[in-house]
Each structure stands twice: as C-alpha cells, then as structure tokens.
C-alpha cells in the first residue's frame, strides 16, 4: 500500500483517485478552489465533472497543497497542461527526494515546446518523474469498465512502481521506456481529434474519420520519430490507441469541441459549451511549431491552426487537404518497376 495524493480535482484525478483507493493506497486529493473540496466533502462525487461516481468515505480533500504533497509516496499531477508549471513550482518546496511525480495530463507548452515531463523535471529536481497515458476517458475508468494504459520513466523501477499502485483487474497498465513518444502520441492526438470533431460537425461520414486517424497517425509518427521517440510507441497504446478513442469517443472533449466548430462555432463558443480544458487548442500551436523546427510535414495539424487561429472555414480547410498535390502514401516503399 501506497500513501498517495491526486494533485487536480478534475474528472481525470478523480477517476484515478477511485482507482488508487480500490487498490488499497491511501489517497488524498487537493484541488485550489475551496468550494469544490467542501463539495467532494459532503457529496463523496463531482457532481459537475464526474457525475454518478461515488467516492468512498475516508478519501481526504484539501485545499493545502504542502498537507497534500509532503511526505506521500506517488504525487499524481492532474491539473490541466497549461497549469502544469505554476503548479509544479508551488509543490517544489514541499518534495523531497524520492517522491515520484506522475503526470498524467496530455500537452506541450507552447512558450518552450516543452513536454510536461520535463517541465516537472525542471520545477521538481528532487522528484523521480514518470507519465500515464494511454486509451482512457475518465467517465469509463471511473465507473470500471476496462482500461489499459501505458507508465513510462526513465528508470525502470519507477514505472513498476507506478504500475503497481494502479494496476488490477479492471485497470492494466503495461510499462515503457519512452516517455518522449508516449508524451507526444498523447498531446498530439488531442489536435487530430479536432479535426475529426470538425468533420463529424460538417456532417462527413466514416470514410473522412478513417483517414484522418490513420494520415493523422502518420504525421504524429514523422514528428516523433525525428524528436527520437520509437516506432513501437506510436502504433501502440499511447499512440495508435490513444488517437483512435479520442477521435472516435462521445466522452472526447477535444472531438466535442470540434464538432462544435464543425457546426459554425467560434474556438472560444466551442470551449464555453464543453466547459472543461480544451487542451488540443493549447497543443495545436505548439505542435505546428514543432513541426517547423524538425522541418516536418503536418497538414492537418496545419489546417487545424488555421481554422481555430486564422478564422479559416471548416469546408474550405478539408478541401484544401484532399486536393493537396498528389503523392504516394509511403515513400519508403519501392516500386519493382
């Protein structure tokens, strides 16, 4: 048994927090707004981001992050990206050696191009950093159904561990080296989704999904092959996996929004009517960027910049992307004649 803290009150912490109880560790959950401790208190369910999940009895709410993150053995950071770094350097002073630091957000920060492993490893030197990810709404983990997702570190001994204190029956969770390639499936994938959301708004059918998850699976590979993550990782779960859920899934807030959009909303209007973090509107500047500094071809990725940042039409990005010029689907491949 693990003494544990979940650092992020969202839909995504508290579907883990329920799993890390079910295992036997002890959990604590912080958030930073005093009402919805007082709410997690008395309801024992997020009723707003979790609704129908009930939380047992003795699991611990506070707005005290020093209470919250001194002395436990696994700190899950769950806060969105964007607020990854403020919140990695409030808890800095009250980690000491040996913690392990877990983030299970998806992003890039856009400033550095930064994964939010790394940004955890700068905030907290004093911390062990791993990652989760994979193939996993929060609503389906929540209530058991089952899941498989992927731990990754640096060290090996710090990926069993996480692996230990999650997995069980209904939660398996493979480990890898390759934090990198799991980092940028995962943020990745949040954009193509996007644009996936935006083609069912538009009303496109099956044919239009299937290639945007399979081009967009290869762009995403061409990036994170160059940045030096491995093939492996990008057709498994934290990739191919991952990327499959998101686009396909009526729990996907990044689909949701961009069907949104598909159907002539504003990014903001769309962002408003989902009502939780958007985060591939905060990696899709991030991930163009990357693309341009690896000198790497993303369309896709392109389109969907130009239609939440340029105002570009929805019909007229996808046809722009269906009439770009022709070309072979792999170029490793040799024709015999």
Request: aromatic share 4%; glycine share 10%.
């Amino acid at each position: 048994m693990a003494d544990t803290a979940v650092i992020g009150a969202g839909s995504w912490g508290i579907a883990l927090a329920k799993v890390l109880h079910t295992n036997g560790n002890q959990v604590t959950v912080w958030s930073l707004l005093a009402d919805e401790v007082a709410m997690l208190e008395r309801e024992h369910e997020h009723k707003d981001k979790l609704p129908g999940v009930t939380l047992p009895a003795d699991m611990r709410f506070t707005t005290d992050l020093k209470e919250a993150v001194q002395g436990r053995d696994y700190l899950i950071l769950a806060v969105p990206s964007v607020f990854t770094r403020s919140t990695a350097a409030s808890m800095a002073p009250y980690v000491t050696a040996g913690q392990v630091v877990v983030c299970v957000a998806k992003g890039i920060e856009e400033a550095t191009l930064m994964t939010l492993s790394d940004i955890v490893a700068e905030e907290i030197p004093a911390a062990e950093t791993a990652v989760m990810c994979g193939p996993s709404h929060a609503e389906e983990v929540g209530t058991g159904l089952p899941t498989t997702v992927v731990a990754g570190a640096a060290k090996k001994s710090v990926a069993e561990g996480v692996q230990d204190i999650f997995m069980n029956e209904v939660f398996r969770v493979y480990t890898s080296p390759d934090v990198l390639g799991m980092e940028l499936g995962g943020s990745l994938k949040n954009v193509i989704a996007l644009a996936a959301g935006m083609a069912d708004g538009l009303g496109y059918g099956d044919n239009t999904k299937a290639a945007l998850i399979t081009r967009g699976i290869s762009e995403i590979g061409r990036l994170a092959l160059k940045m030096g993550a491995k093939y492996e990782t990008l057709s498994g779960l934290t990739g191919i996996g991952d990327l499959i859920v998101t686009c396909e899934s009526r729990h996907s807030r990044n689909r949701k929004a961009g069907m949104l959009i598909g159907q002539g909303y504003t990014m903001q209007q769309a962002m408003d009517e989902v009502k939780m973090v958007v985060e591939g509107v905060y990696s899709a500047k991030a991930a163009i960027a990357l693309a341009r500094k690896y000198g790497v071809d993303m369309p896709i990725t392109e389109s969907v910049n130009q239609v939440l940042f340029e105002e570009k039409p929805v019909r007229e990005a996808v046809a722009e992307l269906m009439m770009r010029d022709r070309r072979a689907e792999n170029s490793a491949l040799e024709w015999s004649e």
